[in-house]
């Protein structure tokens, strides 16, 4: 074999292999999108039914939100179970709840953890509610995402979006 004809099988080994972990890394990516889109429409749903099969066992949530018995800027911080979480749950509540992202979330992976992260904001019955940064701590278990950990914060002032108009999402349907 010259060497000129080497190299290239050498290259195209590499490329191949490139274009291999590109595609596997692009199917990682886009599940870990559909595990957050579903994500969202449990929050809208309120249903805890939604909510289990994207949690693994021992799933956790802590958020971060203005103390309202504190002084200016104090925070409080609530840590739960998911199974505390689920349990209080209203599913049927009339509410429309309507989550999104802030641009586009940062989401890092290796193996079988991930990370999302990116500013959110929030709507109740059309109207906006509170901003904040959400942070899913992922593990990938029998072939599947599913939330270890979710963490967010609940801003209530210099939010972005506070003055917009509803998206389409957020609007309950005319009657």
Do not use: Q
């Amino acid at each position: 074999m010259s060497l000129i004809a080497g190299v290239a099988a050498i290259l195209a080994g590499v490329l191949t292999a490139d274009a291999k972990k590109a595609a596997d890394d692009a199917a990682e990516y886009a599940a870990i999108e559909n595990l957050i889109d579903r994500t969202f429409a449990a929050i809208a749903a309120d249903d805890p039914e939604m909510w289990r099969p994207l949690l693994t066992d021992e799933a956790r949530n802590l958020s971060f939100r203005p103390d309202r018995n504190g002084p200016k800027g104090a925070l409080s911080m609530r840590d739960e179970s998911y199974k505390e979480v689920l349990a209080d749950m209203t599913p049927g509540d009339p509410r429309l709840f309507y989550e999104r992202w802030i641009g586009e979330p940062t989401v890092l992976v290796d193996g079988p953890v991930a990370i999302v992260w990116g500013r959110y904001d929030f709507w109740i019955d059309g109207v906006f509610s509170h901003c904040g940064v959400d942070t899913l701590n992922l593990a990938k278990i029998d072939g599947a995402w599913k939330i270890a950990h979710f963490m967010y914060t609940v801003e209530l002032e210099g939010c972005a979006t506070a003055g917009d108009a509803a998206p389409e999402g957020a609007r309950a349907s005319p009657e």
